[in-house]
């Protein structure tokens, strides 16, 4: 585990740099935006857009690396690189999902329990969790603004990405090469 760390500490912590950088991106775009429900809705599916291509172009990147590596025999082959990568930048959200579901379960005064510590705890790590995930602000409050679950989908995304991100780069195939301009073929058989 020492040595998954050592290799790949850089990107994770890029993958959760990356995260805040587009949260904070979401939350000033998304904020912006609140006055109209569609407008602030555009804003969180373009920030949401950006974070994901953000993932998915860092872990790519990692990808093709590895395959250098793989191809001249110092490393082995590791298509799920990308997703382990990405569950341990995720723990932070992980973290906070759990805290929200329990402290909703728990602390919801028309359920069983109304606790209020639990209550405590749910407000709390859901304006955490909220700003955390910024990008999504806006999907989370025209769809399911209370539902504690809305955080566990928030990591499913990034999950996604960073796995198949890391996978096609390991293949070398590049989702965008359709825009990409192609050389035109030189005649070389009428050079006579």
């Given amino acids: 585990m020492r040595e998954f760390f050592s290799e790949n500490g850089k990107i994770i912590v890029k993958l959760m740099l990356n995260q805040f950088g587009a949260a904070?991106?979401?939350?000033?775009?998304?904020m912006a935006a609140s006055s109209s429900d569609n407008l602030m809705l555009f804003a969180?599916?373009?920030?949401?857009?950006?974070y994901?291509?953000?993932?998915?172009s860092v872990v790519w990147e990692k990808g093709g690396q590895d395959r250098i590596k793989v191809d001249g025999g110092r490393a082995a082959y590791k298509p799920f690189k990308?997703?382990?990568m990405s569950l341990i930048a995720n723990i932070p959200n992980f973290v906070l999902a759990i805290l929200i579901a329990v402290g909703r379960y728990f602390g919801s005064t028309d359920g069983p329990f109304g606790?209020?510590?639990a209550g405590?705890?749910?407000?709390?790590?859901n304006a955490i969790g909220r700003m955390w995930n910024g990008m999504y602000l806006g999907l989370i409050q025209t769809y399911i603004p209370f539902n504690p679950i809305a955080h566990f989908l928030d990591i499913l995304p990034a999950l996604f990405v960073c796995g198949v991100g890391y996978y096609i780069g390991l293949r070398n195939v590049r989702i965008l090469s359709i825009f990409e301009l192609k050389k035109p073929k030189k005649d070389t058989e009428n050079k006579n």
């Fill in 24 to 30: 904070v991106m979401g939350l000033m775009i998304t």
């Fill in 44 to 50: 969180s599916i373009f920030a949401s857009i950006f």
């Fill in 52 to 56: 994901v291509a953000l993932l998915y």
């Fill in 82 to 84: 990308g997703l382990v």
């Fill in 115 to 117: 606790y209020e510590w």
């Fill in 120 to 125: 405590n705890i749910y407000a709390i790590s």
